[in-house]
């Protein structure tokens, strides 16, 4: 069983960046340093709400919680004043940043199920001009002014490029995808209404290599993307996928750490997904440095 990317899925992958064919993905642990997980998040309101069950690091169960006990909105109005109200960015110039080093790389479009604007601010640290859009998966956000409203067709290029929030964005709360309710809701929407995806989007999930940066097998979020909208992509059309995968806890036995990597490596292996197994940073710098070679190598660079 392989552990990580060999040789041949990097130059695979690289290939397709560098052709446009290759979406990267963005999740929670793309932002750990700078922003605190679900997890965390779930913990602390499980405590000062006090909440009644054992999924405590939960953050779509604790969220619902909340909505329950006060309203819908609640969760989201104090996540946002808690944790989004001036924040500090990442310091895009690091070279492992994960914002910072996609930025620099020619992505026509970047999905994110992420509430906050790194990506925004990143690609306009490259002077790069980006559009940013959510999904209007509710009645609420269904008048958000769009780029996909205009008659004249919007194509994202590398130095225009789109960055869309599947599940909604800070500044506008009631877009935001947060409690167990908001999920089902978006999931029937999605499904029922095919035009809150702009066919832009729904082309980068069907015909580009996507990449998955911050999640875990065990998100939602992932879960969600890859079974919902993804995996119906006929067979014979798709394009080698990729997700950067936290190893193993350290604190479980050697043996306990190989079985485990080896059940979700054979996971990843049947849904046709090539695992790096790291931290989203590990894997922004060896991208980086890799991406550098490869530019290098070619014989017309």
């Not at 990317?5 to 690289?14: C, H, M």
């Not at 205009?150 to 947060?178: A, D, W």
Request: include cysteine.
């Amino acid at each position: 069983m392989v552990d990580s990317l060999n040789d041949k899925d990097w130059q695979l992958l690289l290939g397709r960046i560098a052709t446009g064919k290759c979406t990267p993905f963005l999740g929670a642990g793309a932002c750990v340093g700078t922003l605190p997980l679900g997890s965390e998040i779930a913990k602390i309101w499980a405590v000062n709400y006090k909440y009644p069950l054992q999924d405590s690091n939960d953050l779509l169960r604790v969220s619902q919680y909340l909505s329950i006990l006060y309203d819908p909105m609640f969760p989201k109005e104090e996540l946002v004043k808690n944790w989004f109200k001036s924040i500090t960015p990442p310091n895009f110039s690091e070279q492992d940043e994960p914002h910072g080093v996609l930025s620099d790389l020619p992505f026509p479009i970047y999905i994110t199920t992420n509430y906050d604007d790194f990506l925004v601010q990143a690609l306009k640290n490259r002077k790069k001009k980006p559009a940013q859009e959510i999904c209007k998966w509710n009645q609420l956000v269904s008048d958000q002014p769009s780029r996909f409203d205009k008659k004249n067709v919007y194509t994202p290029t590398n130095e225009e490029p789109l960055v869309f929030h599947l599940h909604g964005h800070s500044g506008i709360t009631e877009s935001m995808v947060l409690t167990e309710d908001d999920f089902l809701d978006f999931l029937v929407n999605v499904s029922r209404y095919e035009k809150l995806l702009p066919h832009q989007i729904k082309r980068a999930l069907a015909g580009t290599s996507l990449l998955f940066i911050g999640y875990r097998l065990s998100d939602w979020n992932f879960r969600m993307i890859f079974r919902g909208l993804v995996s119906t992509t006929e067979p014979s059309l798709r394009r080698i996928n990729v997700t950067v995968q936290l190893p193993p806890s350290t604190d479980a036995s050697k043996d306990i750490q190989d079985l485990e990597k080896h059940y979700l490596n054979s996971y990843f292996e049947k849904m046709d997904v090539k695992v790096y197994w790291g931290t989203a940073r590990e894997f922004a710098g060896e991208l980086r440095s890799r991406w550098e070679d490869f530019i290098e190598s070619r014989p017309n660079k």
